[in-house]
């Protein structure tokens, strides 16, 4: 019996220690990650750029779609932006092809797409992500775990079908927001997508 209760103590701590196990591409993207949120967007670039990297070699493909979105969220911060629809279109590609996780789900990366196309003013391809997108926010239960930033993603969308003249269908997502946010009283969204720098759009009256 005490060598078995030194088998599990082993046990317990091997595994453990195989749970704090970090790859070196996980590592790469936190820096990223850090470098992002404190606006430090080249560094941030750089970081990703080897994240991609290290994910290639190791086969990755979770954090080769993860690099991509940070390489397309990044490239947006620096005005880059057919740079960055070219991530975003690669990270969907890879991330249609690999289960979603807790740390990154393909809705994420359809709809910061979507809303590249919307501030570009290229409603009609936005109105198919955002068609893409919305179904699987449902699924996910969105309208429970974050009531209003699934009505803010359809208050996008609606403005987006009006903008196409889609007028009738715009209306009807308005109804759904707006039932949204009078069924969620007091509630803030938990999820708030980065905006866009206008600087991005001078060429285009923005």
């Not at 060598?3 to 990223?32: D, P, R, W």
């Not at 949120?37 to 994910?55: C, F, P």
């Not at 997108?133 to 009505?151: G, N, R, T, V």
Request: charged share 25%.
């Amino acid at each position: 019996m005490h060598l078995l209760k030194i088998f599990l103590v082993l046990l317990l701590i091997l595994s453990s220690m195989s749970c704090a196990t970090v790859s070196h591409q996980q590592q790469l993207n936190y820096e990223g990650n850090k470098a992002y949120l404190s606006g430090r967007y080249q560094e941030a670039l750089r970081s990703y750029e080897k994240t991609l990297r290290a994910a290639n070699k190791n086969r990755d493909q979770q954090y080769i779609a993860i690099a991509m979105y940070g390489l397309g969220r990044t490239n947006i911060k620096l005005c880059r932006l057919d740079e960055a629809e070219k991530w975003l279109k690669q990270s969907i590609i890879v991330r249609e092809k690999v289960d979603d996780n807790d740390e990154a789900k393909i809705t994420q990366n359809i709809s910061e797409l979507a809303r590249l196309y919307s501030a570009q003013q290229r409603y009609l391809e936005a109105n198919v992500l955002f068609e893409r997108s919305l179904p699987l926010l449902y699924q996910m239960k969105a309208d429970h775990s974050d009531p209003i930033e699934l009505a803010n993603h359809l208050d996008e969308y609606e403005k987006s079908l009006r903008q196409t003249g889609r007028l009738s269908e715009a209306d009807v997502i308005a109804k759904k927001s707006k039932e949204l946010r009078q069924n969620n009283p007091g509630k803030t969204a938990l999820f708030r997508p980065d905006p866009i720098p206008q600087s991005c759009f001078s060429s285009i009256g923005q």
